[in-house]
T-cell receptor, first 113, second 110 residues
Framework: KAGVTQTPRYLIKTRGQQVTLSCSPI?????VSWYQQTPGQGLQFLFE???????NKGNFPGRFSGRQFSNSRSEMNVSTLELGDSALYLC????????????FGPGTRLTVT | AQSVTQPDIHITVSEGASLELRCNYS??????LFWYVQSPGQGLQLLLK??????LVQGIKGFEAEFKRSQSSFNLRKPSVHWSDAAEYFC????????FGTGTRLLVSP
């Protein structure tokens, strides 16, 4: 079974721009969660989507948004990028939610200059 | 506020020696508890999880963890460490969303 894939793997953007990251979950998984990992703040939960609906949300500003499509693929968008948005963005998929086993993708490394 | 604490930022263990990584949580009730491992440049891999029942949980790669309600702890153990275990280990907890600890970087010396 193919694992969780994230595209692109690396991205360099300029302050003020916007970016869209993509996550393809494992086939059959309906839950996709997004996390931000930085050296200073560690791993922080962004949001979870389940069957195209946002089910849970972390404490991030409205510049961070996401969506999920009918095939469970998910996208995360960050608008008006700030330097502090530089991070590794991890996506995790699960059959029903994080309480069931989550499988993480390799992440997208975003650098904001 | 709900939180997860991993008091050790770095731990160095000799290959073949035993390992214990500490994790404490602060929640009103016992949350779901997890240990994940992250190798350099990789995503996270689930080692084990605790929901309820037996307080000693077995995981993959020879790891186990013990849940102690009285101490609000969920420590990870391995009886004999291999060089390939060098990585960063994260404890996580939650009900509807995961809160991660800051991680413990394990170094394995020959």
């Amino acid at each position: 079974k193919a694992g969780v894939t994230q595209t692109p793997r690396y991205l360099i953007k300029t302050r003020g721009q916007q970016v869209t990251l993509s996550c393809s979950p494992i086939s059959g998984h309906r839950s996709v969660s997004w996390y931000q990992q930085t050296p200073g703040q560690g791993l922080q939960f962004l949001f979870e989507y389940f069957s195209e609906t946002q089910r849970n949300k972390g404490n991030f500003p409205g510049r961070f948004s996401g969506r999920q499509f009918s095939n469970s693929r998910s996208e995360m968008n960050v608008s008006t990028l700030e330097l502090g948005d530089s991070a590794l963005y991890l996506c995790a998929s699960s059959f029903r939610g994080f309480a069931y086993e989550q499988y993480f993708g390799p992440g997208t490394r975003l650098t904001v200059t | 506020a709900q939180s997860v604490t991993q008091p050790d930022i770095h731990i160095t263990v000799s290959e073949g020696a035993s390992l214990e990584l500490r994790c404490n949580y602060s929640y009103g009730a016992t949350p779901y508890l997890f240990w994940y491992v992250q190798s350099p440049g990789q995503g996270l891999q689930l080692l084990l999880k605790y929901f309820s029942g037996d307080t000693l949980v077995q995981g993959i790669k020879g790891f186990e963890a013990e849940f102690k309600r009285s101490q609000s702890s969920f420590n990870l153990r391995k009886p004999s460490v291999h060089w390939s275990d060098a990585a960063e280990y994260f404890c996580a907890a939650g009900f509807q969303k995961l809160v991660f600890g800051t991680g413990t970087r394990l170094l394995v010396s020959p």
